[in-house]
């Protein structure tokens, strides 16, 4: 979301179904802009000029924006997660060739901070992780060591988006080790997946499996 008196960038959307444009009648269309809820191809919302660059390099993206006297955001719903997800941008061709100069002349320097970076991360990966499983095994004495150790991985593994990386997760909040470590049981030791996988749903799998859970937490508790 764009702060205060800095305008929201434009908005390209990549549709789901076969669109056509309101103005020339052109289409299906690959892109579009929405313009009081009327499709609009590129060139029509005068952007056709623009070459599409799709995410993935953070410095060229930054660059080729940072140069480009008009640039878009390209977006595609996800259904699954019912949002708009970042795609890539459109640019001006002129900038893009100016940032992909820019990068190639620096990018043994940004090679070398990436993997400065990947070493700084993984250390820290290293001790959340074991201070995740140290927290289990302080709330689950009864759990195996091995064990914690594997729940500790999975739940907070970086980028995964699960209740280990979550700020609760991080702080070693005793609700975010805890949700861990039942999904870990709710998986591992109940029939939960069979159930989903025999089309039961979510919600009553869960309440056919919560006794079975809780009997484990509580023998792991003692």
């Known amino acids: 979301m764009a702060g205060q008196g800095v305008p929201a960038p434009l908005v390209v959307i990549v549709p789901l179904k076969r669109r056509h444009c309101a103005e020339c009648r052109g289409g299906p269309l690959p892109r579009l802009v929405l313009e009081f809820h009327a499709p609009l191809c590129l060139d029509c919302a005068d952007l056709g000029h623009l070459v599409y660059l799709p995410r993935g390099d953070a410095a060229l ?14 977006v595609r719903h996800n259904r699954r997660r019912t949002r708009y997800e970042r795609q890539g941008i459109l ?18 320097a940004r090679a070398r901070r990436r993997a400065r970076d990947a070493e700084r991360r993984a250390a820290e990966d290293v001790r959340f992780r ?64 069979a159930l989903l996988m025999r089309g039961v749903p979510r919600r009553q799998a869960r309440t056919r499996v919560a006794p079975v859970i809780e009997s484990v937490l509580a023998a792991w508790r003692r």
């Open 61 to 74: 993206t930054r660059r080729a924006r940072e140069a480009s006297g008009l640039w878009a955001v390209v």
């Open 91 to 108: 640019v001006e061709e002129a900038a893009l060739a100016r940032a992909e100069s820019a990068c190639l002349a620096d990018a043994e």
């Open 130 to 193: 074991s201070a995740l499983a140290a927290e289990i095994l302080r709330l689950f004495p009864g759990c195996p060591p091995e064990r914690a150790a594997g729940i500790a991985a999975h739940a907070g593994e970086r980028g995964s988006g699960r209740v280990g990386r979550t700020a609760a997760g991080r702080a070693l909040d005793e609700g975010a080790v805890t949700a861990a470590v039942r999904a870990s049981v709710r998986h591992l030791d109940s029939e939960y997946d």
